[in-house]
């Protein structure tokens, strides 16, 4: 691993871990046993080192869930793995690195709101045709409109623009209640048996 990648993947560790503004430059330079003169030379500052540890992060977590996607026997399958997947990501992610991100941090969040790379719908969309390859998901509808709504729902329900009003509720009964009736709104007959199957016999430890 490159000095700049491994500079990225250890603050994001530190980031999630304990939370953005608990983690300064001179943390950082510690714990990579590194001068902060090293980091200014390839980051231009704290605010440019997050943008890009996100971006990375994001990077590399599209490449698993694609390893995911591709080696999964059906979408259906593929929705519980990645549901498995991200709920232990979930689990060591510390609610102040958003909070810090949001409060602390505007300017990255707002780019990185808008930022195509990490916002890439076309994994989701290959999904989606996928699943009526598969005759799981219906070739009735618009699966543009169906691609733009599922990414606003997970950014609602579990992503950097969670909704306050979801916060009362646990990420299972979210999945469970809004996520999966989505799913299962455009689902073929064939799609709903598989879907009630997986629900009933995949533990998912939120």
């Not at 990225?8 to 714990?31: C, P, Q, W």
């Not at 994001?58 to 793995?81: P, R, Y």
């Not at 498995?84 to 990185?112: C, G, S, W």
């Amino acid at each position: 691993m490159d000095k700049r990648n491994y500079i990225l993947e250890t603050s994001m560790k530190l980031f999630m871990k304990y939370g953005i503004r608990a983690i300064t430059m001179d943390r950082i330079s510690d714990e990579l046993g590194i001068s902060k003169r090293t980091i200014y030379e390839l980051f231009r500052d704290k605010d440019d080192l997050i943008y890009q540890a996100i971006r990375h992060f994001a990077s590399e977590k599209k490449k698993e869930t694609e390893h995911l996607v591709q080696n999964s026997e059906n979408v259906i399958h593929t929705i519980f793995q990645l549901a498995t997947h991200q709920a232990t990501q979930m689990r060591e992610v510390n609610p102040q690195f958003t909070h810090d991100l949001k409060k602390y941090h505007t300017r990255v969040f707002r780019i990185i709101s808008e930022d195509k790379d990490i916002r890439d719908y076309s994994l989701t969309r290959k999904f989606l045709d996928n699943g009526m390859k598969q005759g799981l998901f219906r070739t009735d509808l618009d699966m543009d409109i169906v691609n733009q709504f599922l990414h606003l729902l997970i950014d609602k329900a579990f992503g950097h623009e969670t909704d306050p009003a979801l916060e009362q509720y646990s990420h299972r009964e979210i999945f469970n209640n809004i996520f999966l009736t989505y799913i299962r709104g455009i689902s073929t007959e064939k799609g709903i048996q598989l879907l009630d199957e997986c629900r009933s016999s995949v533990i998912l430890e939120f």
